[in-house]
């Protein structure tokens, strides 16, 4: 029981991680129908421009405060990632609306392997680990010899997620641009039509996405410790799974989805083998897709001519 | 960015909007690439990670893309926007004749001498590497875009598992050849047929997605088997792969220096260049089949089947064509040529390890095919060529080593290359570079017409 405590525990962490991934996958596939297949690379970005900015933050410029460098490094690997994010958008997917049906897949595959890529050339191809930067813990329960416990960072990271979710929600259902991006999602032209600047609205959806991401790499950063140029397709992969599951669209499916996987992937590893997680996480991509496309909580997905 | 242009506008707020357009570029290249271009993270001896600085590389590289935007918004847009410049959309009827006639029976004689050519150029003891680096190398390559082009560009069914395929191929000859000792030509057939086998079993539950839920599956099984091969060990030996694989024989003569080897039975001097040769002219028969089959696929009932089903799914449907068999067939003729491929590579190397099959080796292949042109097989050996050959000759290159440093490796920059290529050809020629997408069947006149075409307005 304690076992499976401390499971559910890491679980929902690394559900965390894969639900703020899944989000941007989700809003991209709702507002143009994309899946953004370099997404997961670009979480992978992310982590490395924390990386960077830690560095800068601790051994050049000697900012001692853990809370501080975090919360500076969070804010610009926001930064950054977005403005990354918008560029692609521009550069790579918004000349190919209307073009032919799987330009903007190929194009965005291209992006993934170019991203990938682009790491391993400027910052070499060996692991990146920097030491651990927040350490402590919680023992919640130490019966049967087995300490159930909840590190500061897991703490940490289910905090930010959370008041992120918080935050996201209130911009997608309150503001301006939430109700411009709904009405983008239900009809481009419509919504072009009553004065919505559909382009903006859609490059919004890419900047929102990336910084979600961003925060995503960062706790990644935090947790694991360790990054390296090919991180972003297997969590990327992972986190598409998640927005399927979810439903594919939906934003609390995202969010839901991103724990299934977190706990589905952490509990296979625990009780039956830790070298087919991944293959775990894939098969129930493929199951979702072919017995319950629309997801847990999408819509059927009607196809028109 | 387009802009009306008034005629005879002045040339001074030209160059002003070009600088201040620059100016913004270089501004926003500038966020872009300093996270990553400006700041290196080096381990360093204590294997601590340490921070440098690139700024010289980081301003070169955005004062060169300001640059070229400069020069792109004063000189070629407006030319661009009055079609002084524009790329021809289409080959003419007589090129594409000419193109038919003469260079495709030009390019097969070349292909079938130039083994030849080879050993007279560089004579018995280079030619082994020319024929083995570029010779083979590219032939797998042009074979396995082909074979994919069944899938992604006959039928339209983004595939980006097919090394899954390739590597059932593999996995088929060397596991059945040294378990129970049988020869190349019976097990090449079995792997093909085993790989078409898996074709149909990944995609009989998946087939029924639509494109690009499909893509994204096809992924997920082309992991799934590799991570399979890795972690089956008893039977896939894992990490560490599969060694000593028996070579193809010629007829049951084995190439090796023996008595009764192939040297020693033609009384020739033994050399490891007839073997070498013999699997140039191996891929290349299987290469041409390949081809062959493709072409006159094509004009079978169930090629017109494909290519109107990549044209528009749902009209097939309402017109009586089963859509999922019909996809299951290309599915799993275009895994049948991957496990023919793999079934070679497997004999070729000696070795094969599931390093071999990541999805990486899937992205080159695909991107073959994408750039080549969807639907076209000259457009994909050109590509094949181009991309395969382009590699080896970077790793050939010595003295770039001289010009950047001896940590310099060209290679590294290849996936970087074709990534940004399948942006730019989706960018700008989504067809392919040499597309043809012509209907094979046609009425009366053969006319493009496909939904991006009209979109492209020449419908």
Known sequence: MDYFAQQLINGITLGSIYGLIAIGYTMVFGIIGMVNFAHGDVFMVSAFIALIALLILTSWLGIVSVALALFIVLVVAMLFTSLINWVIERVAYRPLRGSFRLAPLISAIGMSITLSNFVQVTQGPRNKSIPPLVQGEFILSNSNDFPVTLSYKQLIIWGITAILLLAFWYLVARTRLGRAQRACEQDQKMAALVGVDVDRTIAATFVIAAALAAVAGTMYLMYYGVVTFSDGFVPGVKAFTAAVLGGIGSLPGAVVGGLLIGLIETLWSAYFSIDYKDVAAFSVLAITLIFLPQGLLGRPDVEKV | ?459
């Open chain 2, 1 to 459: 960015m387009a802009r009306m242009r008034l005629a005879g506008a002045n040339i001074r707020t030209e160059l002003s909007e070009a600088l201040r357009d620059a100016g913004l570029t270089a501004l926003i290249a500038f966020g872009v690439f300093l996270p990553l271009v400006g700041f290196q993270t080096i381990t360093d001896i204590r294997d601590v990670l340490i921070l440098t600085s690139r700024w010289p590389l980081l301003f070169a590289l955005v004062g060169s893309i300001a640059a070229a935007r400069f020069i792109y918004v004063l000189a070629l847009a407006p030319r661009l926007e009055r079609g002084a410049l524009r790329l021809p959309q289409r080959a003419s009827a007589t090129a594409a004749n000419i193109l038919r006639n003469w260079f495709i029976p030009f390019a097969v004689a070349f292909v079938v001498v130039y083994p030849l050519l080879v050993v007279i150029a560089v004579g018995f003891g280079g030619a082994v590497r020319w024929i083995d680096n570029f010779g083979i190398q590219i032939l797998i390559y042009v074979m396995l875009g082909w074979g994919l082009n069944i899938v992604v560009g006959l039928a339209g069914l983004l595939d980006l598992g097919y090394v899954a395929f390739y590597a059932v191929g593999a996995y088929s000859y060397a596991l059945l050849a040294k378990t129970f000792g049988l020869s190349f030509w019976i097990l090449l057939p079995l792997a093909g047929t085993l790989a078409s086998f898996w074709g149909i079993l990944l995609g009989f539950p998946v087939l029924r997605l639509r494109g690009d839920y499909l893509a994204i599956v096809t992924l997920a099984f082309g992991e799934i088997i590799r991570l399979i091969l890795i972690n089956w060990v008893p039977v896939t030996n894992g990490y560490a792969g599969i060694g000593s694989i028996p070579r193809p024989t010629f007829f049951g003569i084995p190439f090796n220096a023996d008595d009764n080897g192939f040297a020693a039975v033609f009384g020739l001097e033994f050399s490891p260049l007839y073997r070498v040769m013999f699997l140039y002219y191996v891929i290349l028969a299987l290469a041409l089949v390949t081809c062959f089959f493709n072409v006159r696929l094509r004009r079978l009932p169930i090629g017109r089947a494909w290519e109107a089903l990549r044209e528009d799914e749902i009209a097939c449907r309402s017109l009586g064509i089963n859509t999922t068999n019909t996809k299951l067939t290309a599915f799993a003729m275009g895994a049948m040529f991957a496990g023919f491929a793999g079934s070679f590579f497997a004999a070729r190397q000696g070795f094969i390890s599931p390093e071999s099959f990541t999805f990486l080796e899937s992205a080159t292949i695909l991107s073959i095919v994408v750039l080549g042109g969807m639907g076209s097989q000259i457009g994909v050996a050109i590509a094949a060529v181009v991309m395969i050959g382009g590699t080896e000759i970077m790793r050939q290159l010595g003295f770039l080593k001289q010009i950047f440093g001896p940590t310099f490796d060209p290679t590294q920059y290849r996936m970087l290359i074709f990534g940004l290529a399948m942006v730019a050809i989706m960018r700008w020629r989504p067809r392919g570079l040499i597309a043809t997408r012509a209907p094979s069947v046609f009425f009366k006149k053969r006319r493009d017409i496909s939904v991006d075409l009209v979109a492209e307005g020449r419908g």
